[in-house]
């Protein structure tokens, strides 16, 4: 149902090897949110995302997800449950085309979306259907990077920095593909660095510093909390 809770962390430490990098996270996302993890370089946020995804070795604290208790759970049954990641190095394989990157991850739930409903979301990316990795721009490398993850038939999408090093014209897009997403009934989970893009497509923030989420609030408060951005995350 609408807005029901979906992901739930709660006082989540994860360390690797011997550092010890998140702290204490405690944030939720509810179903059919665009939640965004803001703050700096190093903060812990790709951190947390990994720890949601189980490829991270060493986490406690409560990882919920639709109810179920995911901490310690192994990544593929985590993806079995739904949950889809796009790393900030996006992962394409250089030596195959976009078809056969699209094809690579396992399709691991029912209501994936098929090749055709891909194509209607990423217009450019049949274009390029049969062009290797390589030769794909960084935008329509992120575009296949999100693209890939849709057929997996998760309905929660974790993405990394989906915006970095792109230009404007092609963040616009990436923007319209989220609010599309969302508009679709997809949740989805974003790390951005890019506050003005992140304000374009985010129902609620929360702020990671330290290894810790020290603060959150939703985009309606936005005006209210300026302040403490500027402190965070100097915009
Ligand atoms: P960024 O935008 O730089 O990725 P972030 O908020 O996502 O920032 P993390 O990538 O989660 O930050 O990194 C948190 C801390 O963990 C940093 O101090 C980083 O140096 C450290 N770290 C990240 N990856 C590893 C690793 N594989 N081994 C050891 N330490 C790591």
Redesign the pocket.
Known sequence: SAGAEVLSVSELQAW??E?H?LHGVNFNVKAGEVVTLL?R???????TLKSVMGIIGKRTGSIRFNGQDITRASSDRIARQGIAFCP?ERGIFASLDVRENLLLPPVVRSGGLSLDQIFELFPNLKERLNSQGTKLSGGEQQMLAIARILRTGARFLMLD?PTEGLAPVIIQQIGHTIARLKSEGFTILL?E?NFRFASTVADRYYI?EHGKVIDGFANSELSANMDKLHTYLGV
């Open positions: 690797y090897g550092s990098i703050g370089n190093g903060a812990g946020k790709t951190t900030e920095e790390v660095q990671v």
